[in-house]
């Protein structure tokens, strides 16, 4: 496998006109089997700030996860079954959910987007990997009333 590096100047040469203008990769959520164990990995291996706690699900039940806040991203860490990348988040500029929703169910309907809980916008590339599309300034919060 080549070095990333290698390969990403393989096409730094290349432009094409995007949809959305992604800017970051705002986060990565990360299905573990043990979220103290995982936070503790993450904060000693990379820094940043842990926030601790659960979230409810739309069925109710709650799911244990702790975040790991770097300077620009973070890292989710959840308790949602094997141990998987969940799915990946990029921040792109002037977002707003409800024109992103219909740009992707008009130009990209095979992506089957979703949002969730009204604040999160999520789709799936033709492999079935689910991605999310998010203000530049997410970082995982409810919005609050």
Do not use: W
Not at 25 to 37: A, I, K, M, P, Q
Not at 74 to 97: D, W, Y
Not at 105 to 132: H, N
């Amino acid at each position: 496998m080549a070095p990333i590096g290698v390969v990403a100047d393989a096409h730094a040469g290349t432009s094409t006109i995007s949809t959305f203008r992604g800017r970051a990769l705002n986060h990565v959520t990360l299905s573990v089997t043990d979220v103290e164990r995982s936070q503790e990995f993450y904060s000693r291996l990379l820094g940043g700030t842990i926030s601790c706690g659960s979230i409810e699900k739309d069925e109710g039940a709650k799911v244990k996860n702790a975040t790991l806040t770097l300077p620009d991203s973070f890292i989710a860490l959840f308790k949602l079954g094997e141990p998987r990348v969940h799915h990946f988040c990029v921040g792109v500029e002037t977002f707003s959910i409800d024109a992103a929703l219909e740009t992707l169910k008009s130009e990209f309907p095979e992506s089957k987007p979703i949002t969730y809980r009204g604040e999160e916008l999520y789709f799936r590339d033709p492999d079935g990997i689910l991605g999310q599309i998010s203000g530049m300034d997410y970082r995982g919060q409810r919005k609050t009333p």
